[in-house]
């Protein structure tokens, strides 16, 4: 394929990024203190943008993508309670009770890996970095349950990924059917 012919694929995907970043306001939790600002949510959508490349282009890996993002949300809803009933273990510098909590945890994660449907570990470890992080940025705000908290946080990382894995979809069936049109139309 020419280089003129190739830029189209890069006008294309910058388009994509573009109309992310004008939807990032209306994915839900972006407006929320809890947050923050919409470029910490769409961050996980380029993200599972780019996970959905990763776990190799298909609707079926990123379906199981999705679910190891959910995966790791439970995963880490886990470990926040079992570090609490653990908390007393914790000390400076080493966190005893919550080293404890992950030990626990990654168990069951790993042992997904012999579940059909449920075995793409790599986005249980993502989804589960991503939840972390918005659970840690700016603590839970004053009055807010944790239920709520966890409820929120998983809702805008959920929406988050699906709209990441569509971006992703959408850039392998565009990019594919160009690319074959390209290549069926002669030498390049």
């Known amino acids: ?31 929320k203190v809890l947050l923050g600002a919409p470029g910490l949510i769409t961050w996980i959508a380029f993200q599972a943008w780019a996970m959905y490349f990763l776990a190799g282009c298909t609707p079926k890996m990123g379906a199981k993508t999705l679910v190891g993002y959910a995966g790791g949300i439970l995963a880490s809803i886990a470990i926040f309670e079992l570090n609490g009933v653990l908390s007393s273990l914790n000390s400076a510098p080493i966190p005893w009770g919550l080293c404890l909590a992950v030990f626990v945890v990654v168990i069951p994660v790993i042992m997904m890996e012999k579940v059909p449907g449920l075995d793409f570990i790599p986005a249980y470890f993502i989804g589960a970095g991503v939840f972390f992080a918005l659970m840690t940025h700016g603590g839970k705000p004053e009055g807010m349950c944790t239920t709520s908290w966890y409820g929120t946080a998983a809702l805008a990382e959920m929406v988050a990924c699906a709209i990441g894995l569509v971006y992703g979809w959408i850039t392998v069936t565009v990019r594919t059917c160009y690319t074959n049109k390209v290549t069926s139309a002669g030498p390049q």
């Open 1 to 31: 394929m020419t280089f003129g012919k190739f830029m189209l694929i890069p006008l294309f995907i910058a388009f994509q990024a573009f109309t992310m970043m004008v939807i990032a306001p209306f994915i839900p939790g972006a407006d």
